[in-house]
């Protein structure tokens, strides 16, 4: 065989090879993929919403988002109405506030201009807690200091004589304080912003009745005799009644702890 019939040949075997291949991918690039299931072959073509179903689930987004939106309007519409009636009770008061304001800044205007009171400030007034408790504790320091020395006189013993004092200091200044805030309560008796003579006498008799029964009792249970009891009891009541008119009178001329009940005549 000469060399050009198998160049010949070679190129023939080339032609075929490759026309072969291109036959190979052509068929290839033209067959539908499928998928098999147990018993039939689908196509597996692409699936697209429909038109109708995205109009659904826009429309319930839509539905749910309304209701979320009126549930938050209804409860901001509570609260507006909540902070309206507190504001309506605030300018109430505020009104209120200001009515009694333009009174004082009246009567103090007239005051400033030359009108002059025609009258004293009011009687009425009324004690503050630390008023009566200080006149309370002070009033059992003096009280006390007398009964010591009336027991220690009777009895003889300091040891009694403190004991009695001691063992009624604390309630006696209670009791006294919470008269004094009982007392606070009525009107009678006071003039011109004071305490009167006439009760500043009625406080210190109630309260010397009181003491007296206190006093036996607790000079009954410590000096284990009556007759040392009725002797301490008795012997400082009317030095104690006058004392106390006299402390009684003396605070009547504190302005501290008073509380006016101011109210002028112009």
């Known amino acids: 065989m000469s060399i050009k019939t198998s160049t010949t040949m070679s190129n023939l075997l080339f032609v075929l090879i490759t026309a072969l291949a291109a036959s190979t991918v052509s068929s290839f690039s033209t067959v539908t993929p499928k998928v098999r299931t147990s018993s039939t072959t689908i196509n597996r073509l692409p699936v697209t919403p429909t038109?109708?179903?995205v109009g659904l689930l826009r429309a319930s987004l839509a539905s749910d988002g309304n209701n979320v939106t009126n549930r938050i309007i209804k409860q901001l519409e509570k609260e507006e109405a909540k902070m309206s009636k507190k504001r309506e009770i605030a300018m109430e008061k505020l009104n209120q506030v200001e009515a009694e304001l333009n009174k004082v800044l009246s009567k103090k205007q007239q005051y400033l201009n030359g009108s002059t009171l025609n009258s004293t400030p009011a009687a009425n007034f009324s004690e503050t807690t630390a008023r009566s408790a200080v006149k309370a504790l002070m009033w059992r320091v003096i009280a006390g200091s007398v009964?010591?020395?009336?027991?220690?006189?009777?009895?003889?013993?300091?040891?009694?004589?403190l004991s009695i004092v001691g063992s009624d200091f604390l309630s006696k200044a209670f009791t006294m304080f919470i008269g004094e805030r009982l007392m606070n309560k009525s009107q009678a008796g006071r003039t011109s912003g004071s305490d009167g003579a006439g009760r500043s006498l009625m406080k210190a008799l109630v309260w010397r009745l009181f003491a007296i029964c206190n006093t036996l009792t607790m000079a009954i249970f410590i000096a284990k005799d009556i007759s040392i009891a009725s002797k301490i009891a008795g012997s400082d009541a009317i030095?104690?009644?006058a004392l106390m008119f006299v402390y009684?009178?003396?605070?009547?001329?504190?302005?501290?702890?008073?509380?006016?009940q101011v109210e002028y005549n112009l």
């Open 239 to 241: 030095f104690k009644t």
């Open 147 to 161: 009964t010591f020395i009336t027991s220690l006189k009777f009895s003889g013993s300091i040891a009694t004589a």
């Open 248 to 260: 009684e009178r003396v605070w009547a001329k504190v302005e501290w702890g008073k509380e006016y």
């Open 51 to 53: 038109v109708h179903g």
